[in-house]
């Protein structure tokens, strides 16, 4: 089942030679990318009759919030007689969430601060955008949600054009959007609860629990999660592994489940819709383990939402398994306190995965990236003795021989045939399986049946 969409490259590969169609000038193509689908009410009348209820019920719910959404910006620029709204300061957005502090931090002016910035940038829908600096200063009512985070690409048929340019990544788990604000709000509201102030806390609970219910409501009926909810459509609408996307929002919703300290302040009667989402996550995330020749290794970088087939994302991002999202799964599942056997053999095939693919004797680029940026070759893979290991970020399924995609939706199976633009733009390798191996080693300890990889 999982080599269908491999065969599809082989055969578009194959009619483009007899056809004399151009290929690209950067090297050799092994198959051209296909764009993934969205999630429509044509495509759920194609389902089960058993499955179409709950999934029409989602989409129902996913066009009224956006709706909601819409209506609720409108109304706060009229409120505040914003006439010319302008878009979020770009900035490394999450990114700057993810500081570890001293716990007293957390209580402090600058902390509380912070919280009220993230706050200003939430959706009605209780998530958040991507790429914001938050930091700096809070949003201006009226003000739009989002960064411009528009491709600069001409290409009319590009996979990341929108279908509305003016509603793009609105909520998104993108680059680690909402998770992570989540996850940071609930720090601040904990130490100020513990600290008792309760009037600076309360109106960030509030904030932590619409995030919840963004992830609650975001999900789909199979346990999956999109990058993007309300529906955005294009591969946005896709199961999204990318970035640990769904990964983090089953971490989130796991984490209230089973009542971690952050989120001590959750009101029950959302810590029990939170605990069947999560389970329904992880049994997701086991579905999604791709078999090949009867073994199970990892994860795609996105699947198909109705039919949990691996599809593309952009231009250059195909459909293959990941390694570098696949490392999150497996520290996920190593963390449960008592994982079940189908979490346990899930650990181990993915561990045994990654140690089979790795590389060795090669480097990718000369370790100084701002010299490989500014050279005019750019970036490249060269064979170093003794190097190594490290990744290929994405692997062909059925082979898991490295592949890497272009910007022109050609599909390459060597890094130096890609052109310079997407050589230097993109982590096509890295070092994060020699972390995750040893913390499977360590992990075997307390689960001695489990298989040692060396």
């Known amino acids: 089942m999982r080599g269908i969409f491999w065969t599809g490259l082989a055969a578009a590969s194959m009619c483009a030679a007899t056809l004399g169609m151009p290929r690209a000038a950067h090297g050799n193509v092994i198959g051209m990318n296909v764009i993934a689908k969205p999630v429509t009410r044509e495509r759920i009348a194609a389902l089960p009759r058993k499955e179409q209820k709950a999934w029409l019920a989602y989409l129902e719910r996913s066009e009224k919030q956006k709706e909601v959404d819409k209506q609720t910006l409108h109304d706060e620029q009229t409120a505040a007689g914003n006439t010319n709204p302008k878009h979020a300061p770009m900035g490394r957005g999450a ?113 932590v629990v619409r995030g919840i219910e963004y992830l609650l409501n975001s999900q789909y009926p199979n346990g999956g999660w999109p990058q993007v909810w309300p529906l955005e459509g294009g591969y946005h609408d896709a199961i999204t592994i990318n970035d640990d996307a769904m990964t983090h929002a089953v971490e989130i919703l796991h984490d209230v489940a089973t009542g971690a300290a952050d989120y001590a302040f959750v009101p029950r009667s959302l810590v029990r819709r939170a605990r069947p989402a999560a389970q329904r996550g992880i049994e997701c995330l086991l579905k999604l383990q791709i078999v090949e020749n009867g073994a199970k290794t990892a994860w795609a970088q996105q699947y198909d939402a109705l039919n949990l087939e691996p599809t593309s994302a952009r231009n250059y991002e195909m459909a293959a398994l990941t390694s570098d999202e696949s490392y999150e799964i497996v520290h996920f599942f190593m963390q449960l306190r008592n994982p079940t056997p ?100 360590t992990w075997t300890q307390a689960h001695p049946t489990t298989v040692h990889v060396d």
């Open 95 to 207: 990114y700057a969430l993810r500081i570890e502090h001293p716990a007293e931090w957390y209580a402090s002016a600058d902390a509380v601060q912070a919280a009220h910035n993230v706050i200003s940038y939430q959706v009605a829908d209780g998530g958040w955008s991507k790429n914001i600096d938050m930091m700096s200063h809070p949003r201006a009512p009226g003000d739009l949600y989002d960064a411009d985070n528009l491709n600069r690409f001409p290409d009319l048929a590009d996979f990341d054009k929108p279908v509305d340019p003016n509603w793009h990544y609105i909520a998104t788990l993108d680059n680690d959007a909402t998770w992570m604000q989540i996850r940071f709000l609930a720090r601040v509201a904990t130490a100020l609860d513990a600290a008792h102030r309760d009037a600076d806390a309360a109106p960030i609970r509030a904030s």
């Open 342 to 441: 189908e979490e346990i053999a899930a650990v181990n095939d993915a561990a045994a995965w990654i140690r089979k693919v790795e590389i060795r004797g090669y480097r990718f680029g000369s370790g100084d990236f701002r010299a490989d940026r500014s050279s005019p070759e750019g970036r490249k893979l060269v064979a170093v003795e003794g190097a190594g290991p490290i990744w290929s970020r994405y692997y062909q399924i059925g082979t898991d021989k490295p592949i890497f995609g272009d910007r022109d939706k050609t599909i390459h199976d060597d890094v130096n045939d890609l052109s310079r633009e997407r050589r230097n733009g993109y982590s096509w390798y890295n070092t994060g399986g020699i972390e995750v191996l040893s913390q499977y080693t």
